[in-house]
């Protein structure tokens, strides 16, 4: 199929909104809202989610459509504003009346979309790892939770295999996703005896360039003789110079491991990786995996990218489970109205890229497996550990003793994201 695009214009917006799939009328197609930065910090890793988004609907309009349509994408570019991203949600659902939205990377941006998503009862996909403590009957978020990224990496690192690592670097950037999964982080350190004296935790902005004070501040704390580990939770453009500045400050894995929730495949393209070989990446998804659907994910990705180059990762895998789950979950409703494909969603199942199945739980989250994994000088990253089976998703963190008795359940008779356990399930 032809692929086109036409502007439309929109007064006071930052930026463009684009039509892909060709000039239709709006009756005769399945339209699909993209949300993603284009430009600003967040483009280094939104673009290729947009690109992702783009690949799945031509995949679906060449084997005929959904429900007897073609899908058309409406693609809108929040440039890393986040306001904005509140903006043009709302454009999507009333101007532009999309009957879906797959979009937003950092947590602010999502922060920003929740109240207008949930009062014009629009559904959200959002495919990137997160904080957790949220449960919107809104919102399907298939990136992983803290428990199923977070607490299984430091778990790893302090363990035999990854180092027994006592004293714990919390390097984040400056905003509710760093924040609160260090929150969390903290509280389940200190659950294993660790002292909050034994945990450096520091914030930057978004776009931050100048690493040197902080790695050398990293270098002193680990100077103390005990095994010293950094947790990243860095977002954006800012991990390019933070990496150049840990090779150039000569940090290497066995002697201080960096473990990152938001660096893939995409982020480290654009380094020079061999002086990070043996730092670690947490996530449910590598390029590296070998499994016949990887394969021909990624043979699909090239050839609509026209990029043998062009890595895939795990925020795509995300976005590739919601997309197909959202595309069955229509067909098995008959509908793409909002609160019949809620309905239809749970329980669906969709094949993971990396083997097994992911499954779409009553309280908006996925089970799915954790892999942690080596950076290559390659720029890939190999597994080194892996969950043996699925984990669930979990909205509510257990070591947050005001989260730990909620429960999200979206079914009857719960019907609710924030319930508080009965006292039966409180105990388990």
């Known amino acids: 199929m032809k692929k086109t695009f036409k502007a439309v214009a929109i007064a006071g917006a930052v930026a463009a909104t684009f039509v892909y ?10 339209k699909v809202g993209v949300l993603h930065s284009l430009s600003g910090t967040m483009a280094i890793s939104e673009t290729t989610l947009k690109d992702t988004v783009l690949m799945m609907i031509d995949d679906i309009n060449a084997k005929g459509g959904l429900l007897g349509k073609k899908l058309e994408a409406v693609v809108v570019d929040p440039a890393s504003n986040w306001p904005l991203f509140a903006e043009k949600t709302r454009e999507l659902i009333e101007k532009e ?35 957790g403590e949220e449960s919107s009957r809104n919102v399907f978020y298939t990136g992983a939770a803290p428990n199923q990224q977070a607490i299984p990496a430091v778990e790893y690192l302090m363990g035999e295999e990854g180092g027994e690592a006592k004293r714990w670097v919390l390097l984040g950037t400056d905003y509710v996703y760093p924040r609160t999964t260090n929150k969390i982080l903290r509280a389940f350190l200190n659950s294993k005896g660790v002292k909050d004296a034994d945990i450096m935790e520091n914030y930057t902005p978004f776009g931050h360039s100048d690493w040197q004070t902080i790695v050398a501040d990293v270098k002193k704390f680990a100077s103390a003789g005990l095994k010293t580990a950094v947790v990243s939770t860095i977002n954006g453009d800012a991990n390019v110079p933070f990496y150049k500045e840990l090779g150039n400050q000569g940090i290497k894995a066995e002697d201080i491991p960096v473990v990152a929730f938001s660096v893939g495949e995409e982020e480290l393209a654009g380094l020079d990786t061999k002086p990070l070989v043996g730092h670690l990446a947490a996530w449910n998804y590598f390029m590296s995996e070998e499994s016949p659907a990887n394969a021909a994910f990624i043979k699909k990705w090239h050839a609509f990218i026209k990029d043998e180059k062009r890595p895939t990762n795990d925020p795509m895998e995300a976005t590739y489970i919601g997309f197909n789950m959202w595309t069955q979950a229509v067909q098995q409703a008959g509908t793409t109205s909002v609160d019949a494909v809620r309905q239809a969603m749970y329980g669906q199942k969709v094949e993971n890229l990396t083997g097994g199945v992911a499954v779409m739980n009553t309280n908006h989250h996925l089970s799915k497996p954790v892999l942690i994994g080596e950076i290559q000088a390659n ?50």
């Open 379 to 428: 720029g890939q990253i190999e597994t080194v550990s892996k969950t043996d089976g699925l984990v669930v998703g979990d909205a509510w963190s257990d070591f947050i003793p005001e989260s730990a008795k909620l429960t999200a359940d979206w079914t009857y008779p719960w019907v609710c994201g924030n319930c508080e356990k009965p006292m039966h399930m409180s105990m388990k």
């Open 97 to 131: 009346k999309v009957d879906v939205i797959f979009g937003c990377w950092t947590s602010v941006s999502r922060k920003s979309v929740l109240p207008v998503i949930e009062e014009l009862n629009g559904m959200l996909f959002y495919p990137v790892q997160y904080e």
């Open 21 to 30: 799939g060709g000039a239709v009328q709006a009756a005769e197609t399945i």
